[in-house]
């Protein structure tokens, strides 16, 4: 088959931005400059524009502007979530409840708060990486002060019981958390509905541009300020407001909150497509997630006896963009947490590979994958494959964890 050109299936890392949200940038980074905390009509127009925005992503989750604040990305909203509930609660008690497939952003939080005093539960996940809101039910101590579950895991695509585990937080009074970056432009949400007090989005993953996010704070639930100086935020998240960054939130929310449904569909068979394909016509593969409730992009698959790292190698040769499931740091690898909680041994681990489909993706860049990819992992079963091999990307780049899924 004819080589593509560039041939992007690692959405669940970072999307392009769409040419409607960088066009609506454009005039924030110097006609519509002004500071939305001046006074004047320049500042009064940004300060309005921002305020249409945090409308905008209200509508989109069933919540309340007052309710909406914005944060620098997905990280920022789970550490503010997190650390912000923890501290303002922690005369009440300092138990936190997660899972242990939680994305570094919520789990690295938590360990952070294990040596600040809190203690943390995390709880595990059955093979298709679904977590049981009953074990959420029993991990509730009367010092439990916060739940924290994702919405649907980035690596392997699983939807979590996310109304299921908040009606049980709300029946106990617990605010309950969920980081929603995934899930946002994918899946219907609304926070009412599904007893959600907080959730964390962040722009990059919906085709918006990087850098801003929100953190949604139910009215009532208390937590701490997380950055302190000026008033912005309700004086919770202080600095100048990314305008530009902000604005691009809000087209992106705008492009994504219509026709969740039918943009579903449509990826769910492309997904269905390229997960048959390489089952059918790769032996020894298996589909990692849950088989039906899972994002619609994602497909997660691990290849016995190659590395995964090999795999991405060949083919980003063939400019095919994917991730593994294993990171490299301090030069030997470490396997992803999320696999070896649903049961996969380190070897399977090692041998995943991630590819999550978009917007852009065509039945033909799928139709591409399909034919370069037995010869591939073909060849690479052939030749024994070395472990510093998988460490190769780690290397060249300097030690950046850069095959970390994220
Ligand atoms: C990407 C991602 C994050 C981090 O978001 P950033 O905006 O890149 O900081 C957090 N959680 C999940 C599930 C993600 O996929």
Not at 7 to 24: C, F, G, L, N, Q
Not at 50 to 68: D, F, K, N, S, Y
Not at 174 to 194: K, S, Y
Not at 365 to 372: K, N, Q, S
């Amino acid at each position: 088959m004819e080589k593509k050109g560039l041939i992007y299936m690692d959405h669940a890392a970072t999307t392009p931005a769409r040419s409607e949200v960088i066009e609506a940038m454009l005039p924030y980074f110097a006609g519509k400059f002004g500071n939305p905390s001046s006074v004047y009509r320049i500042g009064r127009e940004s300060r309005e524009d921002v305020e249409a925005v945090r409308e905008q992503t209200a509508r989109a989750l069933g919540a309340e502007p007052e309710e909406i604040c914005f944060t620098a990305g997905g990280t920022e909203s789970d550490n503010w979530a997190i650390k912000g509930v923890a501290y303002a609660n922690r005369h009440q008690g300092k138990h936190i409840i997660t899972s242990a497939i939680e994305h570094h952003a919520v789990l690295h939080t938590c360990e952070y708060l294990e040596q600040h005093g809190f203690e943390v539960t995390y709880l595990p996940v059955d093979r298709y990486g679904s977590i049981d809101p009953g074990a959420v039910s029993d991990a509730i101590t009367d010092k439990t002060i916060l739940i924290s579950v994702m919405f649907a895991n980035n690596e392997i695509g699983t939807i979590e019981p996310v109304a299921g585990i908040g009606r049980i937080a709300r029946d106990h009074g617990i605010p309950f958390h969920t980081d929603a970056v995934q899930a946002v432009g994918n899946l219907p949400i609304d926070v009412d509905e599904m007893k959600i007090d907080l959730l964390s989005l962040s722009a990059h993953k919906f085709y918006g541009p990087k850098g801003v996010g929100a953190l949604y704070i139910r009215e009532g639930v208390k937590i701490d300020g997380f950055i302190h100086g000026g008033g912005q935020e309700g004086g919770r998240r202080a600095g100048t407001e990314n305008l530009p960054g902000i604005i691009g939130l809000g087209k992106a929310v705008e492009l994504a909150a219509g026709a969740i449904k039918e943009r579903s569909a449509h990826l769910r068979e492309k997904r269905s497509r390229l997960t048959d394909g390489i089952l059918g016509s790769i032996p020894h593969t298996s589909l990692n997630g849950h088989p039906e409730l899972r994002l619609p992009g994602n497909v997660s698959v691990t290849f016995r006896d190659v590395s995964g790292e090999s795999v991405l190698r060949m083919l980003d040769e063939h400019g095919v963009c994917v991730s593994t499931g294993s990171a490299c740091t301090s030069g030997s690898l470490r396997p992803s947490h999320v696999l070896l909680a649903t049961g996969l041994t380190p070897e399977e681990a090692h041998g995943t590979v991630r590819f999550t489909l978009g917007r852009t993706n065509t039945l033909g860049d799928i139709e591409y994958v399909l034919d370069v990819l037995p010869g591939i992992i073909d060849d690479l079963r052939q030749t024994p494959h070395h472990h510093g091999d998988a460490c190769y990307l780690y290397r060249k780049s300097g030690g950046r964890t850069s095959s970390e899924p994220l």
